[in-house]
């Protein structure tokens, strides 16, 4: 049996490159002069494509007529068009639970950062205050006695949840609907969520649906004691009004790990004072990458061998 032909679009891990090299006949997009003339010119022959940071849309997958499968590195895939994927019958895999973990510990450490001001205090140390100004301003925040309220109660959501609840964190959630088995508070909308709770973590995906989904009436309703944390996506957040909120003072901080444009430089909000920025580090440790990167060589591997994938995205699943 020849190997089946795949399309690499970016520079994978090592150790995922070196795999579908074994198993496959790879095709690099980002190796090519021209993407257009490269796809024009192996795009009948791809039948899998192991996917991160491009967009998968009508007129891509048109250019590869013979596609079966595309498995995307990362749990969100918000940059597969999932509809024209069902259309084209191509399936579409993503590399959810193994990242879990890593994601919901870099959401209370960005959480613990925001409000005890961690990031600061280290720059004040390195900046030289402590020696020559003393000790860093007391914070007028602390973890005890707040209530969590996580938007987006799915694996990551619920890890964050259990590690909340060790802090002795209150936790509430609000999501698509009330889930079964879950003794937490849920709220049908996400205004009253925020009304509920003094810390929103944000943990969903970023989908139509959720686009701007924490607005200005949100963020008023969560209050000057208000503090927002955003694990998921960047346009789950009208950033606009959260910046605008943070100058103000209607709400007390944030920690964001993702922005509405990525990579950014946001000015705005690093000259903010209860601001912590991470760029994009939820899951970025080399183990949980590459267990993320196994998964879309199993994927695809199962894929071709069974015809069934791992782990499908759930719009595909019933296939
Ligand atoms: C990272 O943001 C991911 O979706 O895995
Ligand atoms: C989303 O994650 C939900 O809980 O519906």
């Not at 013979?66 to 995307?72: D, G, L, M, P, R």
């Not at 964050?160 to 709220?187: M, N, P, T």
């Not at 509920?196 to 973590?201: E, G």
């Amino acid at each position: 049996m020849p190997k089946p032909d795949i399309l690499v679009t970016k520079p994978m891990l090592p150790i995922v490159e070196q795999q579908l090299d074994a198993e496959f006949t790879v095709h690099r997009l980002y190796d090519a002069e021209d993407e257009q003339t490269m796809l024009a010119e192996v795009g009948g022959r791809i039948r899998g494509v192991a996917l991160s940071w491009w967009q998968v849309n009508e007129a891509f997958l048109k250019q590869l007529p013979n596609a079966e499968i595309v498995a995307s590195f990362g749990v969100g895939y918000d940059h597969v068009d999932t509809d024209a994927c069902l259309a084209a019958n191509v399936m579409v895999t993503h590399t959810p639970d193994v990242l879990s973990e890593e994601v919901a510990d870099t959401a209370i450490g960005l959480l613990l950062m925001t409000v005890r001001e961690l990031g600061q205090a280290e720059r004040w140390l390195r900046d030289g205050n402590w020696a020559e100004n003393g000790a860093y301003p007391l914070t007028q925040a602390t973890m005890q006695g707040r209530t969590l309220g996580i938007f987006g109660l799915g694996r990551i959501g619920k890890s964050i949840a259990r590690r909340a609840e060790s802090f002795g964190l209150k936790v509430a959630y609000h999501g698509r609907s009330r889930q079964d088995g879950v003794d937490y508070r849920f709220h049908a909308s996400l205004v009253a969520l925020a009304a509920a709770c003094d810390t929103l973590m944000v943990v969903a995906p970023g989908t139509p649906e959720t686009r701007h989904a924490v607005n200005a009436e949100v963020l008023k309703a969560l209050g000057p004691t208000g503090i927002v944390i955003n694990i998921g996506r960047g346009s789950v957040i009208d950033e606009t009004a959260l910046t605008e909120a943070l100058e103000k003072g209607t709400i007390y901080g944030a920690g964001l790990d993702v922005f509405e444009e990525e990579p950014c430089r946001p000015e705005r909000l690093m000259k903010l004072p209860r601001v912590t920025l991470l760029p994009h580090v939820g899951s970025a440790s080399q183990a949980t990458r590459n267990a993320m990167g196994q998964l879309v060589v199993d994927n695809l591997k199962s894929w071709f061998s069974t015809g069934r994938p791992l782990t499908a995205v759930p719009e595909l699943k019933q296939k």
